[in-house]
């Protein structure tokens, strides 16, 4: 009998599972369809996102290379005051810029120096350069580094910029260094394998819409001026109002402008947004619709491949999923009470832990921590750091605190730790070990802390400050925040807040 029955449940398992896989054919089928017909959508869509996407990308590294070189400038200034010449003209003939390294010999093209009179310390080129284009008019505002707006040089062909720093010689005369650097490390910025040659990337003067083209499939105009106005001759009429509507919203400022236009019968995506380091101007960035949609085809069919291979792949491990849904079942519970980071429970587990002690009336005292200007560490050494003082922060506390305790991460660097002991002294003095071993955190890649690490707590006891959980958390904050009032780099208790 037992043999026979199972035989007859084994066909029915199977009829079980080939019905599941044949809904999953028929949702798959579907399911590719829809993907199919919503891809094509999609890709339309996409193509002003992606063009944005590179915009705001190109911004930030033009940004970057724009305060790095303000950075440069007034190191080298600094430098030269600090040599103390007695004239502009002594400064100016020991000038040599392989003595800076701040100096990057691929972006820099020329130095000098200008005396307080304003007279330029230049080769000849150099000196008609600042006659021609005027850069006296703006030292003045080099406070403490001045910029020119970019112009096409005579010395290298190329757009540069020129920035001014002060310096000191003499009896405190004030002078002005110059640096002019290249601008065609903007070609490498912007480009890109996923348009090819198929992206132009242009510089606007919002004032006069004059245009530097810094990117384009055309090497020969790589470095040239253009005007708005120009650009707009070669466009559909159609696309006349469209094109007006741009050059508005950047006459008035607006931060991030999308447009759409057809030139000579083909369709491009243009995106503009300010350069923050460059007041008035704007990066534009130009891609045609086709190179986006050819771009996001072949994705489309790699997508689609994907999911055939990926199907398969499913059909497979069906037939285990069941065996292993216990044993994941039970790793995602334990996953949904523990930091991922720190190996230590997480909020949940502390809500739960704590409840329980409450609701059965067992005293315990409850510590809040933070680290003190944590955000600086993750801000100045990234997050890879940040993470590791975490780590470290976390295997301190929890062997200090000891096996009366448990720690737990709300969050960020927000900790809280509820132990048992009920003598005030043995709690204060595991704090106080604890903050001694804080000081002395080293980082393992020897990345240099600006400031030495500490925390803040601040203790609350149930049942003695507080009956409930909430009320009990609001008293250790009160004392925590009464610690970083005072300076952080410690701890206090809410009783003792409380009798003050």
Request: with cysteine.
């Amino acid at each position: 009998m037992v043999k026979q029955s199972e035989k007859i449940k084994n066909p029915n398992k199977s009829n079980v599972l080939f019905g599941i896989l044949s809904i999953c054919l028929i949702v798959f089928i579907i399911a590719i369809s829809l993907l199919i017909a919503s891809f094509n959508k999609l890709m339309l869509e996409h193509d002003e996102k992606m063009t944005g996407e590179l915009c705001t990308i190109m911004a930030e590294k033009i940004n970057l290379a724009i305060e790095s070189m303000n950075d440069t400038t007034e190191a080298v200034a600094i430098v030269l005051s600090a040599e103390n010449f007695d004239t502009a003209e002594q400064a100016y003939d020991t000038l040599n810029f392989e003595s800076f390294e701040y100096l990057n010999n691929d972006q820099f093209l020329s130095m000098g120096l200008l005396d307080a009179n304003k007279k330029v310390y230049a080769t000849e080129p150099e000196i008609r350069e600042f006659e021609k284009w005027n850069l006296t008019e703006i030292v003045d505002m080099a406070e403490p580094v001045s910029m020119s707006v970019p112009y096409r040089s005579k010395l290298s062909g190329q757009p540069v910029i020129t920035q001014f720093a002060k310096f000191y010689y003499g009896d405190n005369e004030q002078g002005w260094l110059y640096v002019t650097y290249k601008f065609n490390n903007l070609q490498k910025i912007a480009n890109t394998q996923s348009v090819g040659n198929h992206i132009e990337v242009d510089l606007v003067d919002s004032k006069s819409f004059n245009v530097i083209i810094c990117v384009s499939n055309d090497e020969k105009a790589v470095g040239s001026w253009s005007n708005a106005y120009l650009i707009k001759q070669n466009l559909d009429a159609s696309m006349e109002e469209n094109y007006n509507s741009w050059l508005k919203a950047m006459r008035n400022g607006v931060e991030n402008i999308s447009s759409a236009n057809t030139e000579n019968g083909i369709r491009y995506i243009q995106y503009s947004t300010k350069i923050a380091s460059m007041p008035g101007w704007y990066l534009e960035v130009r891609v045609s619709s086709e190179a986006l949609s050819a771009t996001l085809g072949e994705l489309r069919n790699l997508v689609i491949n994907f999911i055939v291979v990926l199907l398969m792949v499913v059909l497979v491990l069906m037939f285990v999923m069941y065996k292993i849904n216990k044993r994941e079942n039970a790793l995602l519970e334990e996953i949904s009470e523990h930091d991922s980071l720190t190996g230590l429970h997480n909020r949940r587990a502390f809500e739960l832990y704590a409840k329980e002690r409450i609701d059965k009336g067992k005293y315990f005292v409850l510590i809040l921590l933070d680290i003190d200007h944590f955000k600086d560490v993750n801000d100045n050494l990234g997050h890879d750091m940040g993470d590791e003082l975490l780590e470290k922060f976390s295997s301190i506390m929890s062997n200090n605190l000891g096996k009366d305790a448990i720690l737990f991460r709300l969050g960020g660097d927000e900790f809280v730790a509820l132990t048992e002991l009920n003598i005030q002294e043995e709690i204060d003095e595991k704090l106080k070990q604890s903050l001694e071993e804080i000081h002395r955190i080293k980082l393992s890649t020897g990345a240099e802390l600006k400031r030495t690490m500490s925390f803040s707590a601040g203790a609350s006891r149930f049942p003695f400050d507080a009956a409930e959980l909430d009320t009990l958390l609001k008293c250790a904050d009160r004392a925590l925040y009464h610690v970083k009032q005072n300076g952080r780099d410690g701890y206090y208790w809410y009783e003792d807040l409380e009798n003050k």
